[in-house]
């Protein structure tokens, strides 16, 4: 009985020990404290709330009621949708485009509930109607459009790869035969690269984050996904990681909106459109993507709602 | 409809890596469970207490740190470069034997004292005693559980998707990425997980009826 009472404590402890140390481990890889995105730089933008809009859409009139706009938006990425663990708040490229146009459609950044939505429930999020709009690395695709509306878009991301700063075999896409590359479970980029043109090894685990630990721990090659993405990390982690090679396919990215509702879609895109001409969304870059090395370039032409 | 049959190659790979998953690490689990069982019983006091650490340790944690244990840790440390397959099948196999053993001593406990005394009486080992007398008795009592325990692990199975292998989680997360309707790629991995658990139902089922006897 004696016996029976110290071996279950003596497993309690193994326990403990085991879970401890698995902790551990994975704050070790956080444990280098990475360079965050700095919500300082995005504090000094503010956009001019409009008065009085009225816009002929369901999404907004329920909106309005409530007194509340509801946006989708990502948490997971460094200077384009980032939540900040500690103090909640979001802050981002992304971000500043939902602002301006929640401004636009009269509500202030008080009056953003943001919501993070996973990639895989993004459609059905904006069709069901939890969120009013998402915004979110969201690439517009043919697939996408049959089940919501885009406006856009404002912004063409790539493909591109992150290595580890002594990587010297890795150029580009064309470089990587053989190597062991990473990317999120389902997601495009990880189709890409497995293509034999490419002829990647890949590796798929559940979030970007693993992805940079097992680079971090040789594990991998590189890390592939929109190279947006892909700089903020390196941006978070400039001693250890870098972006090669360039963009090697197109995401356009949009806004997500709920299908059929051409009132909205048609506000949506006109103000982007008025803050992309009042220098408002240069700014918001500058102060975001900007900040990870991502270079600037004139907003796309919008492809018109049809 | 056009989901299945535009994916229908995707599917199939990621049928059989369910399949192949819940399979391989059965096996892990049944043979280190009845090691672990019989540890558990066993009058060596080294042993049971290994038996004890073992089952509370696994059992207890989640089955989504032992994957991180394996995929993060277990590389570092030990294998560097074990195939993400290999990793998985250990950690599904691992925890899932914490369970097949727990099941294995309440069979155990079902066998009367009096059928391991006899045995002893006229001259068995532990070994003896365990193999010829008590095991096969347990066994019958311990099919139904032992049937649960593998449809969980058909479904735990899931987690090994998103850690570097083929299965049906994983087709799931594809297609919801390639814009796909998220209710009808549920629909048909929802219908193919049936079709493995429900194999594995009627398996059990059918050692139940063999096993059967009268008391």
Same mark, same amino acid.
């Given at each position: 009985?004696?016996?029976?009472?110290?071996?279950?404590?003596?497993?309690?402890?193994?326990?403990?020990?085991?879970?401890?140390?698995?902790?551990?481990?994975?704050?070790?890889?956080?444990?280098?404290?990475?360079?965050?995105?700095?919500?300082?730089?995005?504090?000094?933008?503010?956009?001019?709330? #409009? $008065?009085?809009? %009225? +816009?002929?859409? &369901?999404?907004?009139?329920?909106?309005? =009621?409530?007194? !509340?706009?509801?946006?989708?938006?990502?948490?997971?990425?460094?200077?384009?949708?980032?939540?900040?663990?500690?103090?909640?708040?979001?802050?981002?490229?992304?971000?500043?485009?939902?602002?301006?146009?929640?401004?636009?459609?009269?509500?202030?950044?008080?009056?953003?509930?943001?919501?993070?939505?996973?990639?895989?429930?993004?459609?059905?999020?904006?069709?069901?109607?939890?969120?009013?709009?998402?915004?979110?690395?969201?690439?517009?695709?043919?697939?996408?459009?049959?089940?919501?509306?885009?406006?856009?878009?404002?912004?063409?991301?790539?493909?591109?790869?992150?290595?580890?700063?002594?990587?010297?075999?890795?150029?580009?896409?064309?470089?990587?035969?053989? #190597? $062991?590359?990473? %990317? +999120?479970?389902? &997601?495009?980029?990880?189709?890409?690269? =497995?293509?034999? !043109?490419?002829?990647?090894?890949?590796?798929?685990?559940?979030?970007?984050?693993?992805?940079?630990?097992?680079?971090?721990?040789?594990?991998?090659?590189?890390?592939?996904?929109?190279?947006?993405?892909?700089?903020?990390?390196?941006?978070?982690?400039?001693?250890?990681?870098?972006?090669?090679?360039?963009?090697?396919?197109?995401?356009?990215?949009?806004?997500?909106?709920?299908?059929?509702?051409?009132?909205?879609?048609?506000?949506?895109?006109?103000?982007?459109?008025?803050?992309?001409?009042?220098?408002?969304?240069?700014?918001?870059?500058?102060?975001?993507?900007?900040?990870?090395?991502?270079?600037?370039?004139?907003?796309?032409?919008?492809?018109?709602?049809? | 409809?056009?989901?299945?049959?535009?994916?229908?190659?995707?599917?199939?790979?990621?049928?059989?890596?369910?399949?192949?998953?819940?399979?391989?690490?059965?096996?892990?689990?049944?043979?280190?469970?009845?090691?672990?069982?019989?540890?558990?019983?066993?009058?060596?006091?080294?042993?049971?207490?290994?038996?004890?650490?073992?089952?509370?340790?696994?059992?207890?944690?989640?089955?989504?740190?032992?994957?991180?244990?394996?995929?993060?840790?277990?590389?570092?440390?030990?294998?560097?470069?074990?195939?993400?397959?290999?990793?998985?099948?250990?950690?599904?196999?691992?925890?899932?034997?914490?369970?097949?053993?727990?099941?294995?001593?309440?069979?155990?406990?079902?066998?009367?004292?009096?059928?391991?005394?006899?045995?002893?009486?006229?001259?068995?080992?532990?070994?003896?005693?365990?193999?010829?007398?008590?095991?096969?008795?347990?066994?019958?009592?311990?099919?139904?559980?032992?049937?649960?325990?593998?449809?969980?692990?058909?479904?735990?199975?899931?987690?090994?998707?998103?850690?570097?292998?083929?299965?049906?989680?994983?087709?799931?997360?594809?297609?919801?990425?390639?814009?796909?309707?998220?209710?009808?790629?549920?629909?048909?991995?929802?219908?193919?997980?049936?079709?493995?658990?429900?194999?594995?139902?009627?398996?059990?089922?059918?050692?139940?009826?063999?096993?059967?006897?009268?008391?």
């Amino acid at each position: 009985m004696k016996l029976r009472k110290s071996a279950a404590t003596a497993a309690a402890i193994a326990a403990l020990a085991l879970t401890a140390t698995a902790c551990g481990g994975k704050e070790g890889s956080a444990g280098d404290k990475p360079e965050g995105p700095d919500s300082k730089d995005t504090k000094a933008l503010s956009y001019t709330v #409009k $008065k009085d809009v %009225s +816009i002929d859409s &369901s999404v907004f009139k329920d909106a309005k =009621k409530r007194g !509340k706009l509801v946006i989708g938006a990502k948490a997971d990425q460094p200077y384009l949708g980032f939540q900040d663990q500690s103090t909640k708040e979001y802050s981002g490229f992304d971000i500043e485009i939902a602002k301006m146009i929640a401004a636009d459609l009269g509500f202030s950044p008080k009056q953003i509930e943001w919501k993070t939505v996973d990639s895989g429930a993004r459609e059905t999020a904006v069709s069901k109607g939890d969120v009013d709009f998402m915004i979110g690395t969201y690439t517009i695709n043919d697939e996408r459009k049959k089940q919501i509306d885009f406006a856009g878009p404002y912004y063409h991301a790539g493909a591109s790869l992150l290595v580890r700063k002594d990587e010297k075999d890795i150029k580009g896409p064309e470089t990587v035969r053989g #190597k $062991k590359v990473c %990317s +999120i479970v389902g &997601s495009t980029p990880l189709q890409n690269i =497995k293509k034999p !043109k490419y002829g990647a090894k890949v590796t798929e685990l559940s979030k970007y984050s693993e992805c940079v630990a097992q680079m971090l721990n040789n594990q991998v090659d590189a890390v592939t996904t929109d190279d947006a993405i892909l700089m903020g990390y390196a941006a978070q982690n400039p001693k250890k990681l870098k972006v090669v090679g360039k963009p090697f396919s197109d995401e356009p990215y949009g806004v997500g909106l709920k299908k059929g509702d051409k009132a909205l879609q048609k506000a949506v895109a006109d103000a982007i459109k008025a803050h992309q001409e009042n220098g408002d969304y240069k700014k918001a870059f500058d102060a975001t993507i900007g900040k990870s090395g991502s270079e600037y370039k004139d907003p796309p032409a919008f492809t018109d709602p049809k | 409809m056009n989901v299945l049959t535009d994916n229908l190659s995707l599917f199939r790979e990621g049928f059989i890596g369910t399949v192949e998953l819940t399979v391989v690490s059965g096996i892990i689990a049944m043979v280190l469970g009845v090691i672990i069982a019989a540890f558990r019983v066993s009058p060596v006091p080294p042993l049971r207490v290994f038996g004890t650490a073992w089952v509370n340790i696994l059992r207890n944690t989640p089955l989504t740190l032992l994957f991180l244990v394996a995929f993060f840790i277990l590389p570092k440390i030990l294998f560097p470069d074990m195939d993400s397959f290999v990793l998985g099948v250990v950690a599904l196999g691992f925890y899932t034997s914490s369970f097949v053993a727990e099941a294995l001593r309440s069979g155990i406990n079902t066998v009367p004292m009096g059928q391991a005394e006899a045995a002893r009486a006229i001259g068995m080992s532990f070994t003896q005693v365990m193999r010829v007398v008590v095991l096969p008795q347990a066994t019958r009592a311990v099919i139904a559980p032992m049937g649960s325990i593998f449809i969980a692990l058909t479904k735990n199975s899931a987690i090994a998707g998103g850690f570097d292998n083929v299965d049906l989680f994983n087709v799931t997360k594809t297609l919801s990425n390639d814009g796909y309707d998220i209710t009808m790629i549920f629909v048909w991995v929802t219908l193919a997980y049936l079709i493995i658990t429900y194999a594995i139902n009627g398996a059990f089922r059918l050692l139940e009826h063999r096993m059967e006897v009268a008391r």
